[in-house]
Nanobody, 123 residues
Framework: HVQLVESGGGSVQAGGSLRLSCAAS?????????MGWFRQAPGNERERVAF????????DYADSVRGRLTLSQDNAKNTLYLQMNSLKPEDTAMYYC????????????????WGQGTQVTVS
């Protein structure tokens, strides 16, 4: 059973930085089909922020964060990171880690796992 635990959220001033961590257990992140971050602000729909297709290394960022947020992973720690620089008030949201695990030996059928979220507040 895959479990994801986020950490690293907090309150920062505009222009500041944070690094979010998503520690996985129950499955090796390098074997995931894809993994990344969503965010949801009060009253808004959940928005996909940044994703990595772990087998190819290809990344995908939302236009609103491209150039400011960067994904990285430490396979030894089985952890995915989101480095957040030049933060803006509009980045304020609950950030959720998500991981897509494939079944049947490929990524044709996947199941998405979610973490519990970590709050980021930019003032």
């Amino acid at each position: 059973h895959v479990q994801l635990v986020e950490s690293g959220g907090g309150s920062v001033q505009a222009g500041g930085s944070l690094r979010l961590s998503c520690a996985a257990s129950g499955y090796t992140i390098s074997n995931m089909c894809s993994m990344g971050w969503f965010r949801q602000a009060p009253g808004n729909e959940r928005e996909r922020v940044a994703f990595v297709y772990t087998r190819s290394g290809n990344t995908d960022y939302a236009d609103s964060v491209r150039g400011r947020l960067t994904l990285s992973q430490d396979n030894a720690k089985n952890t995915l990171y989101l480095q957040m620089n030049s933060l803006k008030p509009e980045d304020t949201a609950m950030y959720y880690c998500a991981a897509d695990r494939g079944y049947g030996g490929n990524c044709g059928t996947t199941r998405r796992y979610w973490g519990q979220g970590t709050q980021v507040t930019v003032s």
